[in-house]
């Protein structure tokens, strides 16, 4: 009888111990291993200096594009609404959009701002120095380099051929995930809210 009695002590213990299930498994391409996130500072609306450190304990989505961009930037920014929507009030409070300008030169601060404005007025849009850009666009792994047009494509006389990502950080810092410009908003708010609850 006290065999059977512990017996049923470490099938107990046995079954306990497995409750944690699998590892969660993000819907983007996760970062294995995780590693910080590379610096990112420069000026948002107002000429008000922005940093990515200063966003601790959110969870940061963070893309790079230009306000001039005539499809994927306008269309991944829409997406960041979507996501935005797909989460209760109490979480939007601890997520932040990041909209990171790769044409420094046309991007001023305000007009990031205004940019970014009217499709989340929690969005952060940023302009970083053309001086330092080379430097964060590299530690992201980004491609940005101009290509003219004629003014039939765009008035503005180039554009910007750029990657079209958006990265996933954590409340500490930590990138987690990548997913392409189209990836699906709900897919996203899922990965969202695990690293919220974390």
Do not use: W
Not at 41 to 58: H, V
């Amino acid at each position: 009888m006290r065999k059977i009695f512990f017996l049923l002590i470490f099938l107990a213990a046995a079954s306990l111990a497995g409750c944690g299930g699998p590892p969660y498994s993000f819907h983007g391409t996760a970062y294995n291993p995780i590693i910080p996130a590379p610096e990112l500072a420069g000026l948002q609306a107002g000429n008000t200096p922005f940093n990515l450190r200063d966003l601790d304990e959110k969870v940061k989505l963070v893309f790079f594009g230009y306000t001039f961009c005539p499809d994927v930037c306008p269309l991944t920014l829409a997406n960041m609404k979507s996501v935005y929507e797909q989460l209760s009030t109490l979480q939007q409070r601890d997520v932040a959009a990041v909209f990171v300008s790769v044409d420094p030169e046309r991007d001023t601060p305000d007009r990031m701002g205004e940019y970014v404005h009217a499709f989340n007025p929690a969005f952060y849009g940023v302009q970083v120095p053309l001086d330092a850009l080379e430097t964060v666009k590299q530690e992201y792994g980004v491609f940005a380099a101009k290509r003219e047009v004629d003014s039939s494509q765009s008035a503005a006389g180039y554009l910007v051929d750029h990657t079209a990502v958006v990265y996933l950080i954590d409340k500490d810092d930590n990138l987690r995930a990548i997913y392409p410009s189209d990836a699906l908003a709900a897919d996203i708010a899922a990965d969202v809210a695990y690293l919220l609850k974390q």
